[in-house]
């Protein structure tokens, strides 16, 4: 497991011009990292408690959540969805 990697996939799929790559295909964009089985999973899902857990910096969690296109006011709330999982 590496947190470095974990949170370089998140920095490098919210760019503006490399993100593309993450959306057309999430799965071979990831692929370029070493990820852990956990980690991959967490940035495929997307699991954003997960990827916190696993050692995401929050600030590049919220990148990525807003990089989906989910609403700002909905984060606290996924997160806690998620948490009660």
Same mark, same amino acid.
């Given at each position: 497991m590496?947190?470095y990697?974990?949170?370089? +996939?998140?920095?490098? %799929?919210?760019?503006?011009?490399?993100?593309a790559?993450l +959306?057309?295909?999430? %799965?071979r964009?990831l +692929?370029r990292? *070493?990820?852990s089985e *956990?980690?991959?999973?967490?940035?495929?899902?997307p699991d954003?408690d997960?990827?916190?857990?696993?050692?995401g910096?929050?600030?590049l969690?919220?990148?990525y959540?807003? +990089?989906h296109g989910?609403?700002?006011e %909905?984060?606290?709330?996924?997160l806690?969805?998620?948490?009660a999982?």
């Amino acid at each position: 497991m590496s947190r470095y990697q974990l949170n370089k +996939a998140m920095y490098e %799929g919210t760019r503006p011009g490399p993100g593309a790559a993450l +959306a057309e295909d999430r %799965g071979r964009f990831l +692929a370029r990292f *070493a990820l852990s089985e *956990a980690e991959r999973a967490a940035l495929e899902a997307p699991d954003f408690d997960a990827i916190l857990a696993l050692g995401g910096l929050p600030n590049l969690v919220y990148r990525y959540y807003r +990089a989906h296109g989910l609403p700002v006011e %909905g984060f606290r709330d996924r997160l806690a969805r998620e948490r009660a999982r």
